[in-house]
């Protein structure tokens, strides 16, 4: 999983290395967890129904280049988190599993090495179900990887094949048994309302993965993103009153066989949640390294937001310089953004957050958003109890409205 941003704050002023401070209004008293995303942005080919920073791989991963240039990243970035404490790491993609088991181990070799890592961090890597890459899994767990997650999608051959996987159903099953023989803790990633899916077929993959019994599921609505291939030519996808029904049956069953559904697409076995994940919904510090990451850092009188460049080859070829110019947005969140981007993370948690955690991770006052929290109370989409920010069930339904709420 990836830091979501509202869109409001996308493409705004690109203005490297440099940090407008703003007045002591944001003033934190304590800097909040620090996680570590690295972005790994290959893949064997591109899904038409994917926006993320991916790239069709045409020849083999750089894996040198790439990882000289993630050393360089993390080394620019490390006067932004000296002595700070690392309690996550997410290697994201992409598919990071294209990596090998040598260059897998390098990596976190120089993490440990340069960042101050909790002794039992989560560490958390994508994987994706390719028989090349299942059977690098045992290796990576060797390495210090701690939780696997899989991008399974469908247990349908003929839905994989819609979606343009490269895995088929048999290898989705072999891989999830052998990250369970690796770690001790998984994740499938699984997708619904998928192109002329029935709500008995989505039934079906769901009861499939969770005959797995692993400890975390991500249930993702597919959506048709813009600049996708999907967006250009749009399959046929279900109506809102089916994917309601799919909802509503994942809620059931998923609440029925022991996952606890704590954000808006992740459900957890007790204790099984994903640490690096919360950390975002809670406001928590990143740093992001590796092409197109983003990270969120705090400093007691700013909270910045950071970008890399997104090209591969580019952010390759920027990092090594070591001048700086592998940063394509470096600026602070204004106190208005700050406000509601606290409230677009914490509404998406299932039990909210304390509303003492407000003042704790942005440096702003509780009074900067009462009319808006009064406002959304009085409308009956936040709870009304004191001492707590969450969605209320009618909240939770119209959960863009709630966040929306926060913009103005
Ligand atoms: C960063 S992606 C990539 C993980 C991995 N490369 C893969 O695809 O198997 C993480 C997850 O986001 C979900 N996802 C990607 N694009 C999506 C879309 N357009 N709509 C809904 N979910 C999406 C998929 O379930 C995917 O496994
Ligand atoms: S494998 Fe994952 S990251 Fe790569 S293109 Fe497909 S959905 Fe995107």
């Known amino acids: 999983m990836h830091p979501t941003f509202p869109k409001a704050t996308e493409g705004r002023t690109k203005n490297p290395g440099v940090v407008p401070r703003i007045g002591p209004s944001s003033a934190l008293t304590s800097l909040p967890p620090l996680s570590l995303y690295v972005h790994v942005p290959w893949c064997v080919r591109k899904c038409p129904y994917c926006d993320f920073n991916s790239h069709e791989l045409k020849n083999e991963v750089p894996e040198r280049e790439y990882l000289d240039a993630l050393q360089a990243d993390l080394e620019q970035a490390l006067p932004l988190i000296w002595g700070r404490q690392v309690i996550s790491i997410f290697i994201g993609g992409g598919t990071p599993s294209l990596l090998s088991a040598s260059a897998l181990d390098e990596m976190l070799a120089m993490f440990r090495a340069l960042l101050n890592l909790l002794p039992d961090a989560e560490i958390t890597m994508e994987a994706n179900p390719g028989t090349v890459e299942a059977g690098r899994f045992t290796d990576y767990a060797a390495s210090g990887v701690n939780r696997m997650s899989l991008g399974i999608q469908s247990f349908d051959d003929a839905a994989l094949k819609a979606l343009g996987r490269v895995h088929d159903a048999r290898q989705a099953r072999a891989a999830i048994e052998i990250a369970q023989r690796s770690v001790d803790r998984?994740?499938?990633?699984?997708?619904?309302?998928?192109?002329?899916?029935?709500?008995?077929?989505?039934?079906?993959?769901?009861?499939?993965?969770?005959?797995?019994?692993?400890?975390?599921?991500?249930?993702?609505?597919?959506?048709?993103?813009?600049?996708?291939?999907?967006?250009?030519?749009?399959?046929?996808?279900?109506?809102?009153d089916t994917s309601a029904a799919m909802q509503d049956l994942i809620t059931e069953a998923t609440s029925a066989g022991g996952?606890?559904?704590?954000?808006?697409?992740?459900?957890?076995?007790?204790?099984?949640?994903?640490?690096?994940?919360?950390?975002?919904?809670?406001?928590?510090?990143?740093?992001?390294?590796?092409?197109?990451?983003?990270?969120?850092?705090?400093?007691?009188?700013?909270?910045?937001?950071?970008?890399?460049?997104?090209?591969?080859?580019?952010?390759?070829?920027?990092?090594?310089?070591?001048?700086?110019?592998?940063?394509?947005?470096?600026?602070?969140?204004?106190?208005?953004?700050?406000?509601?981007?606290?409230?677009?993370?914490?509404?998406?948690?299932?039990?909210?957050?304390?509303?003492?955690?407000?003042?704790?991770?942005?440096?702003?006052?509780?009074?900067?958003?009462?009319?808006?929290v009064d406002r959304a109370r009085s409308r009956g989409l936040l709870e009304p109890e004191l001492g707590r920010f969450r969605a209320s069930s009618l909240g939770w339904r119209f959960l863009n409205d709630l966040q929306a709420e926060f913009l103005e």
Request: aromatic share 10%; proline share 5%.
């Open 259 to 372: 996952w606890e559904q704590y954000e808006v697409s992740a459900y957890a076995k007790p204790g099984q949640r994903c640490l690096h994940n919360l950390n975002y919904w809670e406001f928590g510090d990143y740093l992001g390294i590796g092409p197109g990451a983003h990270g969120k850092l705090s400093f007691h009188d700013r909270i910045i937001r950071q970008a890399k460049h997104k090209n591969p080859a580019s952010w390759i070829e920027k990092s090594v310089r070591r001048d700086g110019s592998h940063i394509s947005e470096e600026r602070v969140i204004g106190p208005h953004e700050l406000g509601f981007e606290f409230m677009l993370n914490a509404l998406r948690l299932k039990d909210g957050v304390a509303s003492g955690s407000f003042k704790e991770r942005t440096g702003l006052s509780l009074l900067s958003i009462k009319a808006t």
């Open 186 to 240: 998984v994740n499938l990633d699984l997708m619904y309302a998928l192109p002329g899916q029935s709500v008995e077929a989505c039934a079906n993959d769901l009861r499939q993965a969770m005959s797995f019994q692993t400890g975390h599921l991500s249930l993702y609505h597919l959506t048709l993103e813009p600049n996708t291939v999907f967006a250009k030519y749009p399959p046929v996808v279900p109506d809102d």
